[in-house]
């Protein structure tokens, strides 16, 4: 392989690497997160009057979320930014056994990543106090209904 076709082969594993570092830091960030949505949700629960309890859930919602994405600084969901990349190397000079072993790495990062299993693996914290928070949300939703 030329040296120009390693640099830019080179240049594609570090860009790969970016992506599923930037992902692997997104779901930290949920995880880190999740803890505040549990207390918040947690303090819900001490309200006497249901309609304020569903605002705050509301506002524990809104704040929650702009939180996790205001600290997200690319807004494009995950699966493009690898597509992106995809399309990138196949209008790139390489070819042969690097192009292929550079789709090989993308196509193991969406699976090792992206897929269900991954956010219960990665994100369990997550999960759970997201699960906790709508099963109050509805919880509360039930009680100003009766």
């Known amino acids: 392989m030329s040296k120009e076709k ?6 594609y594993i570090h860009k790969i690497s970016e992506i599923k570092n930037y992902i692997n830091s997104h779901y930290r960030n949920l995880n880190l997160y999740a803890v505040w949505l549990f207390v918040a949700t947690l303090g819900s629960w001490s309200v006497g009057n249901v309609y304020i309890q569903l605002l705050s859930m509301g506002v524990i919602f809104f704040l929650f979320f702009s939180q996790v994405f205001e600290n997200r600084g ?3 969901p995950f699966k493009k930014m690898f597509n992106e990349l995809e399309k990138e190397i ?9 192009e292929k072993a550079r789709y090989h790495e993308i196509s193991e990062a969406k699976i090792q990543l992206l897929g269900f299993k991954s956010a219960l693996f990665f994100t369990p914290r997550f999960i ?4 906790f928070w709508g099963l109050s949300f509805l919880y509360f939703s039930l009680k100003m209904a009766n």
Not at 6 to 11: I, N
Not at 91 to 98: I, N, Q, R, W, Y
Request: hydrophobic fraction near 25%.
């Open 128 to 131: 759970v106090c997201y699960s």
């Open 74 to 76: 690319d807004r494009r």
């Open 90 to 98: 196949q209008e790139s000079a390489l070819t042969g056994d690097a």
């Open 6 to 11: 390693l640099d830019v082969s080179e240049g």
